[in-house]
């Protein structure tokens, strides 16, 4: 079975700076989807960032850029210039026909 | 345009009762999931639908059944609560398995609390 390991519970980073969350899966198939998701205390679960399997460029979005390391099965996210309103939970998810997620990073924001 | 919506949004149940989580999607979306979010994991999914009349088992199906009669409509059904049960629920859905899209739309989600 597909499993999504984020090995870092808590994060923290100041305004402005950039961090790193941290995300490993395990899967045999080849073909495969892996998003980013921050859950905010609102509970609602947002997209961040998409990545193909297929697509060796990495994906970006605005602030939010993703390493992907397909071979070492790594997909750890970037937020650059980071805000006060990106602290949140933040899930890696991993989808084939179904979808596991990891158990999530919550990241702090410093002023 | 509403997306993903749930009802309710808050519910207390006592052991061994039952009740219908109700979720209702109105993008015309074929797949639809759902999923239960306990402290400290993340979400693990329930059961899923490809289609009107059509579920699949997730990773956590136990406890739960659920019915797509109609495409817009996904209910998840507990027969006998138990405490374990205790979790935050939520609903999602998604255009059909092509290449263009594989985001998941998620619903606010249900908070559920079993006595």
């Known amino acids: 079975a597909q499993t999504v390991t984020q090995s870092q519970p808590e994060m923290s980073v100041q305004e402005a700076e950039t961090v790193t969350l941290s995300c490993t899966y395990d899967?045999?198939?080849?073909?495969?989807?892996l998003f980013w998701y921050k859950q905010p205390p609102s509970r609602q679960m947002i997209l961040v960032i998409r990545?193909?399997?297929?697509?060796?460029q990495n994906a970006t979005e605005n602030r939010f850029s993703v390493n992907f390391q397909k071979a070492a099965k790594s997909f750890s996210l970037k937020i650059s210039d980071s805000q006060l309103g990106d602290a949140a939970m933040y899930f890696c998810?991993?989808?084939?026909?179904?979808?596991?997620f990891g158990a999530g990073t919550r990241l702090t924001v410093k002023p | 345009n509403a997306g993903v919506t749930q009802t309710p949004k808050f519910r207390v149940l006592k052991t061994g009762q039952s009740m219908t989580l109700l979720c209702a999607q109105d993008?015309?979306?074929?797949?639809m999931y759902w999923y239960r979010q306990d402290p400290g994991m993340g979400l693990r999914l329930i059961h899923y639908?490809?289609?009107?009349?059509?579920?699949a088992k997730g990773e956590v199906p136990d406890g739960y059944n659920v019915s797509r009669l109609k495409k817009q409509n996904f209910l998840l059904g507990l027969e006998s609560a138990a405490p374990s049960q205790t979790s935050v629920y939520f609903c999602?859905?998604?255009?059909?398995?092509?290449?263009?899209?594989?985001?998941?739309?998620f619903g606010p989600g249900t908070r559920l609390t079993v006595t």
């Open positions: 998810a991993y989808r084939n026909n179904d979808m596991r």
């Open positions: 639908s490809v289609g009107e009349g059509t579920t």
């Open positions: 993008m015309n979306h074929e797949y």
């Open positions: 899967t045999s198939e080849s073909d495969y989807y």
């Open positions: 999602a859905s998604s255009q059909l398995k092509t290449i263009l899209s594989y985001e998941q739309y």
């Open positions: 990545q193909e399997a297929y697509k060796q």
